[in-house]
């Protein structure tokens, strides 16, 4: 079975400081792995995803994650918060490919202080 | 159309009373999925379509749910005898890949929240 933990709801940073979403993942095979974003009244967009090439994925906006196997997580960060990054971010996991078997975690809101 | 549009973005209904939700995907994609998300959760998946076929159906909680795309475009998911716990975004989304070749890159659109009183 296939799940994913995020581990804080909610995380607020300084205009310039770090950004890290935690997020750990359950899965019986190699998972894919995916962070989206959603902007108040947007739709849900997808920033970046890991489907078994290399472990350090970068995104758009300047995100990166590191998939490590031996944690079972895949951390989302960013060295330096914008105003624009407030938005709730999600994890998601699919251990058997297909669209149709994404599994998404709770969110993590991201507030980010002027 | 230039992203996913959903109809309609806010609907309050009765108890009792069926809804229809509508879901106009991007122009040409050939996949499509329904998603619930309840207050403080992730989206759950529903049910998705390549081109006019429903291939999966298996996240429909029950039988008073439906979904159709019958030209391989816009798709209607309906609910019948609307129940509270029927309260929640629902989200559709789209992708020009078939399901089976999609590697997870969906676009959404802004969802239809739904309120049973």
């Known amino acids: 079975a296939q799940s994913v933990t995020q581990l804080d709801s909610h995380v607020s940073v300084s205009e310039g400081t770090p950004v890290l979403l935690r997020c750990n993942y359950s899965s019986s095979y190699s998972p894919s792995l995916f962070w989206y974003v959603q902007h108040p009244n947007k739709g849900l967009q997808l920033l970046l995803k890991?489907?078994?090439?290399?472990?350090l994925v970068k995104g758009i906006n300047g995100f990166e994650a590191e998939f490590k196997k031996s944690e079972t997580s895949f951390h989302l960060t960013k060295p330096s918060a914008h105003m624009s990054d407030a938005a709730e971010y999600f994890c998601v996991v699919s251990e058997r490919g297909g669209a149709n078997n994404l599994f998404f975690g709770t969110g993590t809101r991201l507030t980010v202080i002027p | 159309g230039a992203g996913v549009s959903q109809s309609p973005r806010y609907k309050v209904t009765k108890r009792g009373q069926d809804v229809a939700l509508r879901c106009d995907p991007i122009s040409g994609h050939v996949s499509l999925y329904w998603y619930r998300q309840a207050l403080g959760q992730g989206p759950e998946f529903l049910t998705y379509f390549n081109y006019e076929a429903q291939q999966d159906k298996s996240g429909l909680p029950n039988d008073r749910f439906s979904a159709e795309r019958p030209e391989g475009s816009i798709s209607t998911l309906t609910i019948q005898r609307t129940e509270q716990r029927d309260s929640a975004m629902y989200r559709c989304?789209?992708?020009?890949?078939?399901?089976?070749?999609?590697?997870?890159?969906?676009?959404f659109g802004e969802g239809s929240r739904l309120t049973v009183l």
């Open positions: 989304a789209s992708s020009w890949r078939p399901v089976n070749l999609n590697t997870g890159e969906l676009f």
């Open positions: 890991y489907t078994s090439a290399a472990t």
